[in-house]
């Protein structure tokens, strides 16, 4: 079984930066394909959107959101089973709870569709306010 654990969330200023650390465990090995992490956000009243996503077996196939490309980066440690997603220039309208997904299956991109994530962790909140 799959956990996730995100952490880092916070208040912070418009302009700032954070940096978000989702913790995973339960990955196996097998024939079943890769597995894919992704990085999602919720704001109050919007549909969830994705962020960013990386497969954990490739290190150049980095995906992002089009609001997000130049300011985020993900990036993973497959040591310390760490996915991370560096926010910089952060604006209010990157206030949202956020999420880290996952999922396992054979084709060569990761995706930014939520529905094709089937382990979620508990999402942590991100406001950015001056």
């Known amino acids: 079984q799959v956990q996730l654990v995100e952490s880092g969330g916070g208040l912070v200023q418009p302009g700032r930066s954070l940096r978000l650390s989702c913790a995973a465990s339960?990955?196996?090995?097998?024939?079943?394909?890769?597995?894919?992490i992704g990085w999602f956000r919720q704001a109050p009243g919007k549909e969830r959107e994705g962020v960013a996503c990386?497969?954990?077996?490739?290190?150049?196939?980095?995906r992002y959101g089009y609001s997000m490309k130049g300011r985020f980066t993900i990036s993973k440690d497959n040591d310390k089973n760490t996915v991370v997603l560096q926010m910089n220039s952060l604006e209010p309208g990157d206030t949202a709870i956020y999420y880290c997904a996952t999922y396992r299956d054979l084709t060569d991109a990761c995706s930014l569709n939520q529905w094709t994530y089937n382990y979620w962790g508990q999402g942590t909140q991100v406001t950015v306010s001056s």
């Open positions: 339960g990955f196996t090995l097998g024939s079943l394909g890769s597995y894919k």
């Open positions: 990386i497969r954990r077996d490739r290190d150049d196939s980095a």
